[in-house]
Structure formats: structure tokens, C-alpha cells
């Protein structure tokens, strides 16, 4: 298939230009129905979290995520927006290593693209927040700073975060290190 080569150079895989396929256009032409503009729109969301694409289509591809997300009126501008922001990631972070769960999968393919997560804190205090597909230890890390008022970028290495199992155990942590994704 298409993605598994997605962000290599054709001419590295031994393509010849004809043979190269491209995706197709991320706007709906005249005759597509929405839920097939809507279903691919859901397809690009998930391979932009676990893969990058090439330096050289890459400021097409964020030219054309910006261009929808800022056209007024434009259909998908909000998942337009989630898909420039998980290929921001996996630039950045090297996108997702686990492949999601198929409950996840699911949820994704029907456009929830967001849970609310316990996290405890000392003391007791639980405190929900809205986990992103791509959403690393730092950003929790750095929500939650701001909430106690700490804004400079220094502070958030002092801090870190344990997923804790069913069983009470502390399996990890994340954190002033790599980064971790949290779905």
C-alpha cells in the first residue's frame, strides 16, 4: 500500500516518475461524497501521527493543512488543523512508536481523537485532562505548570510522570527525557 512507503523517495525505491503514485487531492472534487472526503481526511490524521513524511513534500503538505485551516468555510478545517499538528509532532518527536490498540483505531476512524485521562497527583488530588493522539508526557507536564503558575521552560524538567497499571504499579516514567506519547 500507498502509506507503508509514505515519506520515502519514489526514485530510492526504484520507481521511475509514471510509475509514482501520489494521494489523491485532500479537497473533495465535484461527485466525491463527504463521507469519503471525510474518511480520508481521518486516514491522513492517523499517518501523520506515526509517520513523517519526506523534507521535500513536507512544506507542501503543511502549506495545504494551513491553506484548509484558515480558508472560511472550508469543510475540515478541525481535522485539517489535528493533522498539521500531529505531523508537527512527529517532526519534532519522531511520531508515535506503539501503534494504537484497536479500540483506539476504532475511535479514531469515528473521529474521536481525544480522551479525558486520571492523572494523580501528591496528596490524592485527581485531575482529568484531554489526551491527544499525539500528545507527549511534556505537554501534560507543561499544562500543569501552567496551572501552578510555573511558566518558565526550565521548571518542566524538574518534573515527571509514572503511568501507573491496574495492579497500583508504577511501570515507567516520562518526563525531562525522550519524549513519551501517552495514548
Given at each position: 500500500?500507498?502509506?507503508?512507503?509514505?515519506?520515502?523517495?519514489?526514485?530510492?525505491?526504484?520507481?521511475?516518475?509514471?510509475?509514482t503514485s501520489f494521494p489523491p487531492p485532500?479537497?473533495?472534487?465535484?461527485?466525491?461524497?463527504?463521507?469519503?472526503?471525510?474518511?480520508?481526511?481521518?486516514?491522513?490524521?492517523?499517518?501523520?501521527?506515526?509517520?513523517?513524511?519526506?523534507?521535500?513534500?513536507?512544506?507542501?503538505?503543511?502549506?495545504?493543512?494551513?491553506?484548509?485551516?484558515?480558508?472560511?468555510?472550508?469543510?475540515?478545517?478541525?481535522?485539517?488543523?489535528?493533522?498539521?499538528?500531529?505531523?508537527?509532532?512527529?517532526?519534532?518527536?519522531?511520531?508515535?512508536?506503539?501503534?494504537?490498540?484497536?479500540?483506539?483505531?476504532?475511535?479514531?476512524?469515528?473521529?474521536?481523537?481525544?480522551?479525558?485521562?486520571?492523572?494523580?497527583?501528591?496528596?490524592?488530588?485527581?485531575?482529568?485532562?484531554?489526551?491527544?493522539?499525539?500528545?507527549?508526557?511534556?505537554?501534560?507536564?507543561?499544562?500543569?505548570?501552567?496551572?501552578?503558575?510555573?511558566?518558565r521552560p526550565e521548571v518542566f524538567d524538574?518534573?515527571?510522570?509514572?503511568?501507573?497499571?491496574?495492579?497500583?504499579?508504577?511501570?515507567?516514567?516520562?518526563?525531562?527525557?525522550?519524549?513519551?506519547?501517552?495514548?
Amino acid at each position: 500500500p500507498q502509506w507503508r512507503v509514505w515519506g520515502e523517495n519514489p526514485r530510492d525505491l526504484g520507481l521511475s516518475r509514471s510509475e509514482t503514485s501520489f494521494p489523491p487531492p485532500l479537497t473533495p472534487p465535484r461527485g466525491l461524497d463527504r463521507d469519503s472526503c471525510q474518511k480520508g481526511w481521518r486516514l491522513l490524521y492517523i499517518l501523520t501521527a506515526y509517520y513523517k513524511c519526506s523534507e521535500v513534500l513536507k512544506p507542501y503538505l503543511l502549506w495545504h493543512l494551513q491553506e484548509t485551516c484558515r480558508s472560511p468555510g472550508a469543510q475540515f478545517q478541525g481535522i485539517a488543523k489535528a493533522c498539521e499538528q500531529n505531523l508537527r509532532k512527529t517532526f519534532q518527536f519522531g511520531g508515535r512508536r506503539e501503534f494504537p490498540s484497536s479500540m483506539e483505531l476504532k475511535a479514531m476512524v469515528a473521529g474521536r481523537s481525544a480522551k479525558r485521562q486520571l492523572f494523580l497527583l501528591p496528596g490524592g488530588i485527581e485531575r482529568h485532562l484531554k489526551i491527544k493522539t499525539c500528545s507527549v508526557a511534556l505537554d501534560v507536564i507543561e499544562e500543569m505548570c501552567y496551572e501552578m503558575g510555573l511558566h518558565r521552560p526550565e521548571v518542566f524538567d524538574e518534573y515527571v510522570i509514572f503511568a501507573v497499571t491496574n495492579g497500583g504499579e508504577a511501570w515507567g516514567q516520562a518526563g525531562g527525557g525522550p519524549p513519551h506519547f501517552l495514548l
